[in-house]
């Protein structure tokens, strides 16, 4: 039997992670697990992991600097698990500032390294490539363009399209009526405009409240906030008193149902325009954390939302730190509303689907994964 390490530090991380997980054991269930993630990752592998996701996650400069007693303390506490397991192969999900750092320790124990789903080096630290190079055997990516990025530091990686395919897809057969999702979640009959302020407690804390301020203006419409289990219930404290319908584990659901979504930036912008709903993307971190990151990638990144990324234009608005106030995400609320408008972003999210590609990451994933373990035994 194989071992196979897996550290996945975030819920797109423990998703993802999951869904190849699904397919792996599809194709040669001769594995022995041991991991870091999260729930979705637990009921594929039968066991906890080792750490949850909900202790692992910490967004921005500041909020590193603040947590690296304890992100130092996991790393040391991780490659001793790691020693004592003695995998065949670690495969690292996302999560670059925790996994590259045991990418390149764990290279040196003559450890097999696979890495799924790459950093954003096209946007900054591009000087990661060089740790890619000498520390990951073998590289699975997950958006077109980032092939010819890594080509171009003459390193090979492998396309294998994007997982939220499968994932939308594989949820889409159970997804509710909305005269059903309306009435578990004991919503009105009106168009819904989800809220999805992210999933740790700094986003939370950062843009809730911003978000929150634009409700009062629009009486025909209910809006409806995405939760997440990984946070207490009381990050949603300020939503519960305005008497704001606060779901959980509902997201594709309200995704599915809604009108418009005020969306915080990551992977739920990509999700969003998979589900074919007009957004408008929210970002607002710390002051000097944001100072920082602005300094460090310069004007190569023209925008953070990954639907303008990948296409490489604005096919929704970004409200970017400072940007992000009551009176203009009430005005691009109001765009979003207007019918020519959506026209216009839902034929831009059909462009996008077409360079996607096709469902069947999680598949691809796992068949290379298998072949190249194989290969290298």
Avoid at 246 to 256: A, H, R, S
């Amino acid at each position: 039997m194989k071992k196979c390490y897996i550290i996945s530090g975030e819920p797109s991380g423990d998703l993802h992670a999951s869904n190849m997980l699904r397919e792996l054991k599809l194709i040669d269930p001769d594995f022995e697990f041991r991991y870091w993630g999260g729930d979705l990752m637990e009921q594929q592998i039968g066991h906890k992991p080792v750490k949850h996701i909900r202790d692992l996650a910490f967004m921005g400069f500041v909020e590193v600097a603040k947590n690296l007693r304890t992100i130092l303390n996991n790393i040391k506490f991780c490659k001793q698990d790691i020693l004592d397991f003695k995998p065949d192969v670690l495969l690292l999900v996302d999560y670059p500032g925790f996994n590259l750092r045991i990418a390149e320790w764990a290279k040196k124990q003559g450890i097999t390294v696979y890495y799924y789903i790459s950093p954003t080096i096209w946007a900054w630290k591009e000087n990661r490539v060089e740790i890619i190079k000498r520390s990951v055997d073998k590289f699975f990516v997950i958006l077109p363009f980032e092939v010819d990025v890594y080509k171009k530091h003459n390193y090979h990686v492998d396309y294998v399209g994007h997982p939220l395919l499968d994932a939308i897809e594989q949820q889409k057969p159970t997804l509710p009526s909305r005269a059903d999702f309306l009435a578990k979640n004991k919503l009105a009959d009106k168009p819904i405009v989800a809220v999805l302020p992210g999933s740790r407690r700094q986003e939370i804390d950062k843009m809730l409240g911003v978000m929150l301020n634009v409700i009062k203006t629009y009486k025909d419409y209910q809006f409806v906030i995405a939760g997440t289990n990984n946070l207490p219930k009381e990050a949603y404290q300020r939503a519960f008193d305005m008497g704001i319908s606060v779901i959980f584990n509902q997201t594709y659901p309200l995704m599915y149902h809604a009108y418009a979504g005020i969306i915080k930036s990551g992977t739920s912008t990509l999700e969003a325009a998979l589900f074919s709903l007009p957004q408008v993307i929210c970002y607002k971190g710390g002051a000097v954390s944001y100072a920082i990151a602005k300094a460090v990638v310069g004007g190569r990144l023209k925008y953070i939302g990954l639907p303008n990324l990948i296409m490489d234009r604005p096919v929704v608005k970004e409200l970017v730190q400072e940007a992000l106030t009551e009176k203009n995400l009430s005005d691009e609320l109001n765009l979003l509303f207007d019918q020519k408008e959506r026209e216009r972003i839902l034929s831009d999210y059909k462009d996008l689907q077409v360079l996607l590609g096709n469902s069947g990451a999680s598949k691809k994933a796992a068949g290379l994964f298998v072949k190249y373990l194989h290969e290298s035994k």
